[in-house]
Each structure stands twice: as structure tokens, then as C-alpha cells.
């Protein structure tokens, strides 16, 4: 009896100090972003990329959204459908003037009779890695902000992990332009599954820095944003209404010294003496900065540059590094 209860105890003990540290432990090391799902295995964007990512253990997932004809939030990462799909052989003539077709001309169940694929040139017809899943093989669909936050939430549910979502709002000025407004049918979405405080799992990013401050000051967003860039910015600016910026990695690591050594920008310490945190974009294993191995390019953004998470194409190769190579903080 006595040896029970000693043993009862001791596991207590045992999670009580697991249940204290761990959450600690967690929270020091980077976030792993699954960019557009796992995409360097399976066609960007569709469920079952996003599943793999989920498999591969990523802490977020993300969701690029663009609006369709019907005002349905669609998860694609151009305004365009024609460089994932077959819509320019499912509706020829429904082009526009330049050619291309956009998923605003598209209502979602027109959308949902396309067959979507790999990346592809629309010149050449080839795929833009040609490493990566064939193109037009297996059968691949879209599919809207709601189904793949269900397929998140649904995984969480049986497997009893925590993974977050990481939606970008994508060309809200162009939305407004065409007579839509992309920002206020997103936030909706997301409150209707429970995100809507700064503390819930996700993360809402844009490019369009005036988008992303009316995002916070005029609709009233209390989740974490973070303010994606690609050139340079003010960082105080961004800091007033941001909680982090996801810079493209030249931001960072601007050169390589005649010794193959990387040279970094003042970006990372300044953005961290302003309290943002920093996931820059992307960790691609099949197209790294010229001269840099990819174990050389973590290895300078997390150890040197100290970054807080990274956007992969390669979930699992970033989650071993974050897991195996990072020096907690
Ligand atoms: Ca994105």
C-alpha cells in the first residue's frame, strides 16, 4: 500500500517538474514553419501537404489566402490559379486581358473542379523544382482557409498535439482595387475558430505594412502580427503595431566574405532591441543562397543571427536542426 502510494507520488513528482520545464524548454527554442505545408514533397498548399507538414512535427503551418468571385477565402499563394492548376485548360477564355487567370474571376466550386499540381513555368510548362513531386501526377485539389483550419484543428484533436496556424493576408490593396476586402473575411474566419486573442496558436502576417496597421489599430486584431518585408523598413514603425516581422533571409545574411564566411545586417539585433520577433523566409534545402551549404545557412540564422523561427519548405530538416543544433536562449 505504502509502496503504491510512494510510487503514486513519485510519477506526480515526476510530471509536476516534466509539466513545469517543458512549456519553459518549448517556448526557447525556435518555431518551425511549414512554408505552404511540407511543399518540398507534395504540391504546395493542398491538404495533404499540409498533412505531411503536420506528420513532420512543424510548430505552425501556413495558409496563403486570396478571395474567389464569391468571396470565399481560398488557401493559394498568387492572386493567379494558372501556375498550380489546370484552369487554362478547364476554362480557356476566362483569361484576362494579360493572360492570366485570377482566383477572383473563379467561384470556389468552379475552383474545386481544378486539378492542382506542382508549381509550374507557364512559358515552359516545367515545374519550378524540378526536384520536387512530378507534375500532374496523383490528384491534388485547393481547398479554402475553413477546410484546412478543420484539417489543423482535427489533427490536434486525435493526436492531442498543439500546432498553430500562420495565415497570410495576401495583396489586400489589390483586393480593395477589384472591390473586396480581403483583411475583414479573414479575421472573421479566424474568430469563428477560436483565434482572436494575442495568446491563441497563430500567427496573421502581410506584406502591406498600412494593411497590417489597420489590421491591429482600425479592426481591432489583438493576435500576433507580423510584419513581412522584403527590403528596408523602419523597425521602430513596425514595432508599433507589430509583434514580429518575417524578413526575406537577404535581409539578414546580405553577403558571404572572400573567406565564405556570412556576412549579417544589423536587422536581427535591431528588430530584437525592439522586442519583435524575427521568422524569416524561406529555408529551401533545393535552392540555397549561392555559396552557402544548408546546414551553413541555419546554422548562421539561428545560432548567429538568433532568428525565432524560420519559414521551410523543409519542415523536417528544420525541425532536426531547431531540435538537435540550436543553442537554447
Ligand atoms: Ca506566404
Redesign the pocket.
Known sequence: MRGIIMKKLLISAIFLILGGLMPLYAKELPVNIA??GACAYLPEHTLPAKALAYGMEADYI?Q?VVLTKDGKALVI?DIHLDTVTDVAQKFPGRARDDGRYYALDFTLAEIKTLKACERFDIASGTAVFAGRFPLWKSDFRLHTLEEEIELIQGLNKSTGRNVGIYP?IKDPAWHRAQGYDISPVVIRILADYGYTKAEDNIYL?CFDFEELKRIRHELKCELKLIQLTEEDFDVAAVASYANGIGPWIKQIITDIDANGRPILSDLATSAKAHGLKIHPYTFRADSLPAGMSADQLLETLFNQAGVDGIFSDFPDISRDFIRTRVKAK
Do not use: K, P, T, V
Open positions: 512554408h505552404r501556413e496563403d499563394h497570410e502576417q
